[in-house]
């Protein structure tokens, strides 16, 4: 392996990105065998109480608007230009809204290091009828260089305050990224597991927002806790179904009992904004969107619309009778289904 060391920027600082910031922060400073001490991060520039937030990050270490009561490494720069932000990494970390994907690394394109690889913390991916898109592979496609993945059972607060969990990475060469990835985001409360399938990773983190819908809507007819536990395993059994059935081998099976898979699954079932605006759409019969507005502050659901886009693919194939679950959400959000159907046509 190289000696050099890594140069580590980090692309976002949301409230998942600013949680990532404190443990790439830490562990660039205890491996400096490893990695350049300084950490670099894209900052996109807003004025809070009057000042710059990249200003008031690098003066008292908070990132006050995203992760208030959080102290930041030192060693953490918050720079608000993403060209000098990247400029000579060598391991890039990806942690920003996926819309801003293809724009983001169209300027990026020519100021990496040499033999410079990528990290995606961007949960999901892009479904059309035409196929599937891994966010991963945009990445690696405008920036020519190797993307790996991370995904797991992470709320962004619980892991800022050291709250045990953990998490996988998905990565094609593990012997030696694998390594080094590792190195850059374990800790004692974040454990990482390293395994091949960045491609089933990815596949989780998109699917399982489409079974805590269905969940919520248990929740919101007033099932218990076994209605949803059936949820939960029919919904991961098409999880499985639909990666090996579309992406063949080069999704596994021990894939979904992973972080990524099980307990993210689990974890987004039983709270996050799917589950909660699916047991509201339930409760007050408001439509999707007005309830994304009033409990969301105007973002939009991953669920919903992932469950749209499944639809699309598997309608194009005629093979919507094969994932009863994934139709039957579809059919309630966008088709006036009765809730109901949740416990009967899965």
């Excluded at 932000?85 to 690394?105: K, R, S």
């Excluded at 009033?294 to 005629?318: H, I, S």
Aim: glycine share 8%; hydrophobic share 40%; aromatic share 8%.
């Amino acid at each position: 392996m190289s000696t050099r060391l890594e140069k580590v920027a980090i692309i976002g600082s949301g409230n998942w990105g600013s949680a990532i910031a404190k443990i790439v922060g830490t562990n660039t400073a205890r491996h400096t065998d490893v990695f350049e001490p300084h950490v670099r991060q894209w900052v996109f520039e807003e004025r809070v109480e009057g000042r710059n937030l990249t200003d008031i990050i690098n003066e008292q270490h908070e990132n006050v608007k995203y992760l208030k009561g959080i102290k930041l490494p030192s060693n953490v720069i918050a720079i608000p230009d993403v060209v000098a932000a990247c400029q000579d990494a060598t391991l890039v970390v990806f942690v920003v809204p996926h819309q801003f994907i293809h724009g983001i690394c169209e300027k990026m394109r020519g100021h990496l290091g040499p033999n410079a690889r990528a990290i995606s913390l961007i949960k999901g991916l892009e479904i059309t009828a035409d196929g599937t898109r891994l966010f991963s592979e945009e990445i690696s496609r405008i920036l020519d260089i190797p993307c790996a993945a991370l995904s797991g059972a992470n709320i962004a607060d619980e892991v800022a305050m050291e709250k045990f969990c953990e998490s996988t990475i998905g990565c094609s060469d593990v012997d030696e990224d694998g390594v080094i990835f590792k190195k850059l985001f374990d800790t004692p409360y974040f454990r990482i597991n390293v395994i091949q399938d960045h491609v089933g990773v990815q596949l989780c983190g998109a699917l399982k927002n489409v079974v805590a819908v269905g969940a919520g809507f248990s929740d919101g007819l007033g099932h218990g806790s076994n209605t949803k536990a059936a949820i939960i395993r029919l919904g991961l059994m098409e999880m499985r179904k639909f990666g090996q059935t579309f992406f063949g081998e080069s999704v596994q099976t021990e894939t979904f009992f992973e972080s990524c898979g099980a307990a993210d699954l689990i974890t987004t079932c039983n709270g996050g904004r799917n589950r909660k605006v699916a047991e509201a759409f339930v409760q007050t019969g408001k439509p999707i969107e007005q309830l994304e507005a009033e409990l969301l502050n105007g973002q939009k659901l991953q669920g919903t619309l992932t469950a749209q886009e499944v639809n699309q693919f598997l309608k194009a194939r005629n093979m919507e009778h094969e994932f009863p679950l994934f139709n039957t959400v579809y059919r309630i959000v966008y088709e006036g289904l009765s809730p109901e159907a949740i416990t009967i046509d899965i």
